[in-house]
Structures are given as structure tokens and as C-alpha cells.
């Protein structure tokens, strides 16, 4: 079966470090990865997705960069974090093939940026 | 522009009754919906996908409801329990595009 793996689940950085995010999915192979993030009270806002190695979409323009060096590795960064950075991040993979296909999230990642 | 709104954003209810959350999108043409519940602090886990061509899909004690013509899809909860207490998440595909619109969720608490 397919498991998604992101970490660390919790993370308080200073304003101005730098951020790395990992999510790792298993038992399945060329998924769709995907990073969101969910303000409080807010619906999920796709930050980056990838259908390939090296292949990176960007949904929102900010100080955030995402990378997929393996094939069902995903990792989203920053070199420098801005408080508004804050928030629940969410990795999520879905199979090749989008439409109709479920997605599937990870557990998410707590980032305080203080 | 908000494309997918959720109502209503907050809701209490007591154990075993029932209860229906909406969700209207303006999204179109769009290639499915989906119903997503999400535990405090936890990623979302799906409960249904319909395609627009679909007009209802159950699981469990969970079953939704899509209007194409009205654009509206409804979640109804039956015999609710504490574990729904959650956050559920409506999200809309526009066709032809790989990524989700979501809606800001309907909080959900089931009181004894």
C-alpha cells in the first residue's frame, strides 16, 4: 500500500532562517506531488506541484521554492522565512492521470515563524 | 475571487442527530468534486469524489449530493458520532487543469 511520509511535524524558526520541509511517499511510483498550505481558517492554498523529476509548478509567487531531486521526494524551501510563513503546511501525492484520482495528504507540518 | 464557499463555517451538533453542510462553487466547467474531512492538525482524508455527471455517492454514514445546473453539492452527515467532529472541505477540479480549488471548510462539532 502507499504511505506519504512529511517532516518534522513541528518546526519554530526566527524570521529570517532558512526552511526545509521533506515528504518522502511510498509503494507507489511517478505520483503527482503537491505542497499546500492552510492559514488558520483558511481553505488550502496550493503553494508547488510536480508530475516529474526536475518538474516544478508554482502556484503562488513568494519567497518559497520547492525541488524534487528523487522520484517520490518532495521538498519545499526557504532561504529566508517571513512571519507570514507561518501556517500548516501539507504534502500530498495523487497517481499520474489527475483527474477523478484521489489525493492523498500527508499529516501535515506546523511551521511558527517567530 | 472565492470560487468554492462553504457553509455554514461553523456548526454544533448533538450526538445522533443529522446534518447537511453546502458547498456553491462558481467553477466551470470543472471534472469533479470532493468532499475531504480533516481532523484538527491532521491532513485531509477523502470521503467522496463525483464526477459532474454523477448526482450522488455515499460512504458510510456519509453521503453527497451534486447539483451541475444549481452548482451546489451538499454533504449529509447521518447518526453523527464525536469522531466527526472536523473540519469538511469541498473541492472543485476545473477540467482540464491539474490542480484543486478548495473551499475553507465547514467546522463540525458533535456534542454528547
Known amino acids: 500500500s502507499q504511505t506519504i511520509h512529511q517532516w518534522p511535524a513541528t518546526l519554530v524558526q526566527p524570521v529570517g532562517s532558512p526552511l526545509s520541509l521533506e515528504c518522502t511517499v511510498e509503494g507507489t511510483s511517478n505520483p503527482n506531488l503537491y505542497w499546500y498550505r492552510q492559514a488558520a481558517g483558511r481553505g488550502l492554498q496550493l503553494l508547488f506541484y510536480s508530475v516529474g523529476i526536475g518538474q516544478i509548478s508554482s502556484e503562488v509567487p513568494q519567497n518559497l521554492s520547492a525541488s524534487r531531486?528523487?522520484?517520490?521526494?518532495?521538498?519545499?524551501?526557504?532561504?529566508?522565512?517571513?512571519?507570514?510563513?507561518?501556517?500548516f503546511y501539507l504534502c500530498a501525492w495523487s497517481p499520474q492521470g489527475f483527474s477523478g484520482n484521489t489525493i492523498y495528504f500527508g499529516e501535515g507540518s506546523w511551521l511558527t515563524v517567530v | 475571487k472565492n470560487q468554492v464557499e462553504q457553509s455554514p463555517q461553523s456548526l454544533?451538533?448533538?450526538?445522533?442527530?443529522?446534518?447537511?453542510?453546502?458547498?456553491?462553487?462558481?467553477?466551470?466547467?470543472?471534472?469533479?468534486?470532493?468532499?475531504?474531512?480533516?481532523?484538527?492538525?491532521?491532513?485531509?482524508?477523502?470521503?467522496?469524489?463525483?464526477?459532474?455527471?454523477?448526482?450522488?455517492?455515499?460512504?458510510?454514514?456519509?453521503?453527497?449530493?451534486?447539483?451541475?445546473?444549481?452548482?451546489?453539492?451538499?454533504?449529509?452527515?447521518?447518526?453523527?458520532?464525536?469522531?466527526?467532529?472536523?473540519?469538511?472541505?469541498?473541492?472543485?477540479?476545473?477540467?482540464?487543469?491539474?490542480?484543486?480549488?478548495?473551499?475553507?471548510?465547514t467546522r463540525l462539532a458533535v456534542h454528547p
Open chain 1, 69 to 87: 531531486p528523487q522520484d517520490r521526494q518532495f521538498i519545499l524551501s526557504s532561504k529566508k522565512l517571513l512571519l507570514s510563513d507561518s501556517g
Open chain 2, 12 to 105: 454544533i451538533i448533538l450526538e445522533g442527530k443529522n446534518c447537511t453542510l453546502q458547498c456553491n462553487y462558481t467553477v466551470s466547467p470543472f471534472s469533479n468534486l470532493r468532499w475531504y474531512k480533516q481532523d484538527t492538525g491532521r491532513g485531509p482524508v477523502s470521503l467522496t469524489i463525483m464526477t459532474f455527471s454523477e448526482n450522488t455517492k455515499s460512504n458510510g454514514r456519509y453521503t453527497a449530493t451534486l447539483d451541475a445546473d444549481t452548482k451546489q453539492s451538499s454533504l449529509h452527515i447521518t447518526a453523527s458520532q464525536l469522531s466527526d467532529s472536523a473540519s469538511y472541505i469541498c473541492v472543485v477540479t476545473p477540467r482540464g487543469y491539474n490542480k484543486l480549488i478548495f473551499g475553507a471548510g
